[in-house]
């Protein structure tokens, strides 16, 4: 392998030094050059204002083989990333009759005339290469002298990230020394550290490494495998997965997938059955994570939200008698209302919650994070108590939430 | 008022330098030092790397009277951030026993002994003020020299943000130059520019300065005032806040308030009315939405999801024929979807939503943002038809939860 290229992200905008946004080019940027095997050893953010923004860019030329500018591309007096980059990095700038035109058609594409103004985006770097921009008026550019390269891209992530994969990545391609591929498991229900006691050993992995993280009740291994070729490198990462799988278990809800609720729509799916849903204190959000899914009206036609104790009676059929016994956070009343949601909707699976998602101090004197979550089919009954330990609504309805979808999945593959 | 104290932000970790996490302290603590009047011209990046560390503590101390730097103050050996930034600026560090203690204790809390790696983190700067750290093991510390300022924080967001309120904040208060006080009007089915042009002579003005945003389907105005004290530039804030509210009538649905759905459930609980909801394609957002709001179980009970069409008629009653001549997305069903949910669940208001989310083609020809939403009450009825124009799943069901939230509100104010 090659030795490693050095880059700094040099990011322009007065906006971002006032807190009016939050920088994430660096962050997508940084990810991607991780991925090719780039070094990234600064991130430097100036305000729109010549001095500093130059001696920035004298300085990041300076250090490091590539240099990234993001931002202060529009067509107003105070975008000069442009200008100033290219002076400082000695690149002549000439209209570009071919993104004037594409500026005009832009514009043309929206029934407005082209402010004469931003005839201004249409001069580029003589010798360089223009990157088109496919999203917005503000072309990018590279290049490239003396063995090292410039890249100019326009602020907006919308319009930077895609003209990033589409040109710079390709215009970046000498410097790669090599492709990094990575693969997330994702556990449900695991801890983190439990999870990283069960692959201790695979945590010491040199290539592929395997970094444990988490997520809000999630816990997932990322296996992150260095080789010359995409293919060499999954080919190595492989055995370690598949060694995980197989430690984790049913823990494992999926790799590489998104999230649990694309999981259980693509299972309930494949088996054809639908799902019906009775919330009491996630109120709508087990259903709204279901229908996230595009085309998850085949699998969900039907959920209540049974806020109040009467309307658990009334609406689902759960017993005065459970309720004034039990309480309304309860096996079961979770069971309850799983089988009474079932009912109800003729869905071959009914799920449930109940719990107390906090912040008050629950009349029944339950602390904030009890959950029971329950699953009701023809042919298994399940339920299962979560004790969050946390004074987090948004948390606590969050993870409620995803154990009652992964007590869908449990079923549908089928686990415990 | 003072001249303006000119601030670096300095952060260090290899991991946002990876991409592997998202550098948020940046923002906020520009936020912050905004509202002092001080203003910061560089953030910097930095790995945990002792020669580039230095380089940019000393190049950050060069240039500014106050430099922050954050992360890399855990008590493994790769966290240098401390000793490297005490050096630089002429500090000694010494082991403080009160802060040792503190951190034994914070392990005893969670039944642990200290690792004595831990010690590390007990060394403060002699001659430094030390920041007590709630949220943590690694207190923060401040030094002054030479009318420079240098502010060391620990990385992770829940410790630096409550120690930077707490601490540096009375630390920085000899370079305050002013005090900003910022004020939001938030507005709902009111577009950007519409807004900004009902308003255009004031977003020239200089103190305050109104200046206009938006969020998905919404659009709002910041007020924000300048003056020696928040008393003061409240005083200067508040006719131009009281100018705006007037212009825009009834599309304000609160001015310093987070969300429709807070606005609308306080309203709810003044004036003791309950609410229940009929969802199609939000199949949950609504309720979700509205039960985020702790305390909400007293004006929401009970909400039924008919994601499917002959869940509509079944559970709600919207009538066979209403389906099939105007269809599942259209002014009828919307309002006997509201009609129905009311006379169910016996609420007061009865809410619904039906519409067209996208991503993919409708079977009716409709396109992806179509969405009607209705509300039904003793004396009232109301429809509102909402065109996104967007393809975006997410955003659409967020905007149509939204206007259905708005429709609550718009009644519960006697509005259109």
């Given at each position: 392998?090659?030795?490693?290229?050095?880059?700094?992200?040099?990011?322009?905008?007065?906006?971002?030094?006032?807190?009016?946004?939050?920088?994430?080019?660096?962050?997508?940027?940084?990810?991607?050059?991780?991925?090719?095997?780039?070094?990234?050893?600064?991130?430097?953010?100036?305000?729109?204002?010549?001095?500093?923004?130059?001696?920035?860019?004298?300085?990041?030329?300076?250090?490091?083989?590539?240099?990234?500018?993001?931002?202060?591309?529009?067509?107003?007096?105070?975008?000069?990333?442009?200008?100033?980059?290219?002076?400082?990095?000695?690149?002549?700038?000439?209209?570009?009759?071919?993104?004037?035109?594409?500026?005009?058609?832009?514009?043309?594409?929206?029934?407005?005339?082209?402010?004469?103004?931003?005839?201004?985006?249409?001069?580029?770097?003589?010798?360089?290469?223009?990157?088109?921009?496919?999203?917005?008026?503000?072309?990018?550019?590279?290049?490239?002298?003396?063995?090292?390269?410039?890249?100019?891209?326009?602020?907006?992530?919308?319009?930077?990230?895609?003209?990033?994969?589409?040109?710079?990545?390709?215009?970046?391609?000498?410097?790669?020394?090599?492709?990094?591929?990575?693969?997330?498991?994702?556990?449900?229900?695991?801890?983190?550290?439990?999870?990283?006691?069960?692959?201790?050993?695979?945590?010491?992995?040199?290539?592929?490494?395997?970094?444990?993280?988490?997520?809000?009740?999630?816990?997932?291994?990322?296996?992150?495998?260095?080789?010359?070729?995409?293919?060499e490198a999954d080919e190595i990462a492989r055995p370690v997965i598949d060694e995980i799988v197989r430690r984790l278990g049913s823990y494992v809800y999926g790799v590489d997938v998104s999230?649990?609720?694309?999981?259980?729509?693509?299972?309930?799916?494949?088996?054809?059955?639908?799902?019906?849903?009775?919330?009491?204190?996630?109120?709508?959000?087990?259903?709204?994570?279901?229908?996230?899914?595009?085309?998850?009206?085949?699998?969900?036609?039907?959920?209540?939200?049974?806020?109040?104790?009467?309307?658990?009676?009334?609406?689902?059929?759960?017993?005065?008698?459970?309720?004034?016994?039990?309480?309304?956070?309860?096996?079961?009343?979770?069971?309850?209302?799983?089988?009474?949601?079932?009912?109800?909707?003729?869905?071959?699976?009914?799920?449930?919650?109940?719990?107390?998602?906090?912040?008050?101090?629950?009349?029944?004197?339950?602390?904030?994070?009890?959950?029971?979550?329950?699953?009701?089919?023809?042919?298994?009954?399940?339920?299962?108590?979560?004790?969050?330990?946390?004074?987090?609504?948004?948390?606590?309805?969050?993870?409620?939430?995803?154990?009652?979808?992964?007590?869908?999945?449990?079923?549908?593959?089928?686990?415990?």
């Amino acid at each position: 392998m090659k030795s490693t290229a050095v880059c700094e992200i040099l990011s322009v905008g007065t906006e971002i030094l006032l807190g009016d946004i939050l920088n994430t080019n660096c962050r997508f940027l940084s990810l991607e050059l991780a991925k090719m095997g780039i070094s990234v050893l600064h991130h430097t953010t100036v305000g729109d204002n010549y001095e500093r923004l130059a001696e920035a860019v004298d300085r990041a030329v300076g250090r490091s083989d590539i240099v990234i500018a993001t931002g202060g591309l529009g067509p107003t007096a105070d975008d000069i990333t442009k200008e100033v980059c290219c002076k400082q990095f000695g690149f002549e700038l000439e209209l570009n009759t071919k993104i004037a035109d594409d500026i005009k058609s832009y514009f043309e594409r929206r029934g407005k005339d082209m402010p004469l103004s931003n005839l201004k985006q249409a001069y580029c770097p003589v010798g360089g290469t223009v990157f088109e921009n496919r999203n917005g008026t503000a072309p990018g550019m590279g290049m490239k002298k003396e063995g090292k390269c410039l890249i100019i891209l326009p602020g907006p992530p919308y319009e930077m990230a895609p003209m990033f994969r589409e040109w710079a990545i390709p215009f970046l391609e000498e410097y790669r020394t090599c492709t990094i591929v990575s693969h997330e498991i994702r556990t449900i229900d695991l801890g983190e550290s439990t999870m990283a006691e069960m692959c201790s050993d695979l945590l010491e992995n040199e290539n592929p490494t395997v970094a444990p993280y988490c997520k809000p009740g999630e816990s997932l291994l990322r296996v992150t495998a260095k080789a010359n070729t995409a293919t060499e490198a999954d080919e190595i990462a492989r055995p370690v997965i598949d060694e995980i799988v197989r430690r984790l278990g049913s823990y494992v809800y999926g790799v590489d997938v998104s999230c649990i609720e694309e999981q259980t729509v693509r299972l309930l799916k494949e088996k054809n059955l639908t799902v019906a849903t009775a919330e009491s204190c996630t109120a709508g959000y087990i259903a709204k994570r279901i229908t996230d899914i595009p085309g998850a009206s085949s699998v969900f036609k039907h959920g209540i939200i049974t806020y109040a104790n009467d309307v658990k009676e009334k609406a689902l059929g759960v017993s005065h008698r459970t309720l004034s016994e039990h309480g309304a956070v309860s096996e079961e009343t979770a069971r309850e209302m799983a089988a009474g949601i079932r009912r109800v909707t003729g869905a071959d699976i009914g799920v449930s919650v109940t719990g107390f998602a906090g912040p008050d101090a629950d009349e029944e004197g339950k602390a904030p994070g009890l959950i029971y979550t329950a699953l009701d089919a023809k042919d298994c009954q399940i339920c299962q108590k979560i004790e969050t330990g946390r004074n987090d609504r948004e948390y606590n309805r969050y993870v409620a939430a995803s154990r009652a979808i992964n007590l869908i999945r449990i079923y549908l593959e089928g686990g415990r």
